[in-house]
């Protein structure tokens, strides 16, 4: 969905349905605490209204309220439905009836996973638009694409639509895995799309699908699985351009000189498709000794004045900016914990909430940083923010629609204070950081700990054949 539909949606919605934010009646618990004001309810209801969700009579469980209780259990992600609900009430100065967990259960049935997807594709996007909140290359906002799995509850349901990945050492996984593939900008870590379901399909498909969310004057950046000629060209069709990093050795794929760069980087034609190749040699130096890498990225970016190959291998880093996000949903929100539902539609419902949950923290902490354009957005803590955000909610603090519009709210401030410190150059190898089991714990003479780093970047001179 454009700028213009999710505008027109969302006006149409604020004009035809009275907002109720009354601290009693049944809407009270509609809230998300500081974050309502990114999630107004006039945006829910044109969730509920374009998704088919809103309910034909009032309920004591309305459909909007519903709502907010799935999107404030991705918060509290290791607590059971009802006492996320006595949380959504524990600022209310008159107590508030708990339902059953069977009739939270069915109203959540009820809503369904459309309106979470419709929410989230409202909130979606880059975020701010300011030189300095997002990264820009080129002339090109830099997003990011990559895919991870997450853990579904395992119950007979769930292993029929995402059956358990087997194959390695252990045989088959303890759970039903999804897949979530999602294209992320990187600086502000805010995601523009994201597609799921089944492990069994792989990242490539995924990224097939994804592809229809990318625009003229995007940068994507992408590992060497996502290097075939079909996305390439797909990515193409789209207007994009692309920088991802090629396979070398066995399974490379054959790229021919066409013409060579002053910059040490070539042209050549990726299935019809003109490309420009930079292989480089990275040196990365600790305390502990020298190891070197060696990249081959290619690109649709041909013009090596506007984009210089040393600058490219830099900006390739910026990948990692999908690494940390879903380290963010998996490690910090869902503390490494099961997804509840126990049903392939709950299961749906969950993941959307919590892909929303996610957008509207980081939509957060973007809109703070309008007041503190000195701050990069990698120095805002998300933890800081999810912590903020789950006090606000226990306090009902913002929940108020209120006449002036406060950008900064009381999550941007808590991260405002206390800014986490430059980032620095660090490296560590990709080892287990813990043990799978304490039983079996693996590699215990390895060394697991991060060492500040200086990079060396050479670009290499390939021979005539590329």
């Known amino acids: 969905m454009d700028l213009s539909a999710k505008t ?12 109720t934010t009354d601290s009693d009646g049944v809407f009270a618990p509609g809230h998300l605490g500081d974050l309502t004001r990114i999630v107004p309810p006039e945006m829910v209801d044109a969730a509920l209204e374009a998704a088919g969700g809103k309910q034909q009579r009032l309920r004591r469980l309305p459909s909007r309220v519903v709502v907010y209780l799935l999107l404030a259990g991705a918060l509290f992600a290791g607590q059971g439905w009802q006492r996320v609900w006595s949380r959504l009430t524990a600022g209310f100065p008159a107590p508030v009836a708990r339902p059953a967990g069977s009739a939270l259960t069915a109203a959540m049935r009820r809503v369904g996973p459309r309106p979470l997807r419709e929410l989230f594709t409202l909130l979606a996007g880059p975020g701010l638009t300011r030189t300095q909140q997002v990264v820009r290359f080129a002339g090109r906002l830099v997003v990011a694409i990559d895919g991870t799995q997450i853990a579904v509850a395992d119950t007979e349901a769930n292993r029929v639509a995402f059956p358990k990945p087997r194959g390695g050492p252990n045989g088959e996984a303890g759970y039903p895995m999804i897949r979530l593939v999602a294209l992320v900008a990187t600086g502000t870590r805010t995601i523009i799309e994201a597609v799921f379901g089944t492990d069994q399909i792989g990242e490539l498909s995924y990224a097939d699908r994804l592809a229809d969310a990318l625009r003229p004057g995007m940068l994507l950046l992408g590992d060497r699985n996502f290097a075939t000629y079909r996305l390439f060209t797909r990515i193409a069709r789209t207007g994009a351009d692309f920088l991802i990093r090629g396979k070398t050795g066995n ?64 900006h390739y880093h910026d990948r990692w900016e999908i690494e940390t996000t879903y380290c963010e949903l998996k490690s910090t929100i869902l503390g490494g914990r099961v997804l509840r539902s126990r049903y392939p539609a709950g299961v749906e419902q969950e ?51 209120e006449a002036s519009v406060d950008l900064v709210g009381r999550i941007g401030a808590a991260v405002l204070a206390d800014p986490m410190p430059t980032r620095r150059v660090r490296t560590r190898s990709r080892v287990i950081k813990r043990a799978i089991s304490k039983y079996r714990a693996k590699g215990r003479e390895i060394d697991r700990r991060t060492y500040p780093a200086t990079l060396h970047t050479r670009i290499l001179t390939p021979g005539p054949d590329g």
């Open 8 to 19: 027109d949606l969302f006006t149409r919605a604020a004009m035809s349905h009275s907002v």
């Open 251 to 314: 399974g490379a794929m054959r790229l021919p000189v066409t013409r060579r760069f002053r910059d040490g980087s070539y042209l050549s034609v990726a299935a019809g498709l003109p490309v420009r190749v930079i292989e480089a040699a990275v040196t990365i130096t600790t305390e502990t000794g020298t190891r070197v890498s060696e990249y081959r990225l290619i690109t649709t970016l041909l013009d090596p004045d506007a984009a210089p190959a040393q600058q490219l291998v830099r």
């Open 351 to 401: 993941v959307w909430a919590l892909l929303t949950a996610y957008q509207a923290l980081r939509t957060a902490m973007t809109d703070a940083l309008l007041e503190r354009t000195d701050i990069a957005p990698d120095r805002l803590s998300f933890t800081t923010a999810l912590q903020a955000a789950r006090d606000q909610i226990i306090q009902t603090a913002g929940s108020i629609a």
